[in-house]
């Protein structure tokens, strides 16, 4: 009988913190545009390009096929899912629950040095006049992720930042060229939760994402707001 040779506590962190690299990697690939929609992904080619073997690569395509984002067809490999309106507005659905709780927790909680750099960013978008997807994306993610840390709960602020990342990937499939950033709603939410009012912050995020989800569905459907 053979005996398993034991691994050792560096061994097991660098497989899955590899496979995590890889996996942000592939996020950013779809996230830029130059993986769309029904475009196979080959497992030797990526693996050629992220500098990786093939078993990171082939974690992190499973870790994307669970989220919906790729599939497996039978003799084409792995394939870059469709863009589904339904599933964007579900988990528009699921972050409004859970941001929103986040809020609530993170109300009051937030550094005021923090707050102060992230509203300076803010306006710094809204005067860019050639404002990109990744720099509205830059200035969200710090937002809704300060809060989200705020809230003292690591397993609800890693849900929202997985969740944010997947609506980044399907709002890219939507409309990758388009940009917009609405400086007086996100400065409404910064000092909702900044105020320390619990509820208010609450129905602030809550607010600020229904209006994401409206704004979403009014463009699909051909209605300006």
Known sequence: MSIATPVTGAESETKPNLTEQVYDQLIQILISGELRPGDVIVERRMAER????????REALGRLEAER???????????????STEALIE??????LLESEAAR????????ARCAEIRTAMQALADK???TLADIWYVHDSLHGEIADASGNQLLAGMIRDLRRRTHVLNAYRNPTESTFDLTENTK??????????EQARAA????????KIAIINRLTGISR
Not at 105 to 112: C, H, I, N, Q, T
Not at 189 to 198: I, K, N, R, Y
């Open 189 to 198: 939410l910064l000092e909702a939760v900044e105020g320390g009012d619990s």
């Open 205 to 212: 995020m809550e607010g600020h994402i229904n209006n994401v």
């Open 105 to 112: 927790l993170a109300a009051g909680r937030l550094p005021k």
């Open 91 to 96: 988990i528009l659905n699921v972050r409004q």
């Open 129 to 131: 006049e050639d404002a």
């Open 50 to 57: 992220l500098n990786a073997s093939r078993t990171p690569i």
């Open 69 to 83: 984002l790729v599939y497996k067809q039978a003799n084409r490999g792995v394939t870059v899912s469709p863009f």
